[in-house]
C-alpha cells in the first residue's frame, strides 16, 4: 500500500504555469505513476501517466502542454502545466497503480483554479 500527498495546485491566470507535486510514501517503482483531474460536473479523467521511463501518455487536451516526470530518489512525481487555460480548472488526483496487482491509490487531490 503506498499514500500519495499532492501539492502545488492554487490559482494562476490564463496562459500561466503551475507544477504540481505527488510524494509517495514509498518506492514509485512498482507503480504506473499518473494525474487525473475532475472537474465540477464532470467525470474524473486521466491527464497523463507515465508507463516507463521512456514512455508517457497524455490526454489530448494537454499535449504539448503538460509534461510529467518522476523522480524515483525521492519517490515523487511531477505535473509541469503551462499555458494553462480556464477549462484546466479541477481538482488534480495523483494515481498509483500496482504494476501486478492493478490495485490503485490515490491522493486527495489539489485543486488547480485558473481565472483571470
Known sequence: QVQLVESGGGLAQPGGS??????????IFPYYMGWYRQAPGKQRELVAQIISSSNTA?????????AISGDTAKNTVYLQMNNLAPEDTAVYYCNAQSKWSGVEYWGKGTLVTISS
Open 18 to 27: 503551475l507544477r504540481l507535486s505527488c510524494v509517495a510514501s514509498g518506492s
Open 58 to 66: 497524455y490526454a489530448d487536451a494537454v499535449k504539448g502542454r503538460f
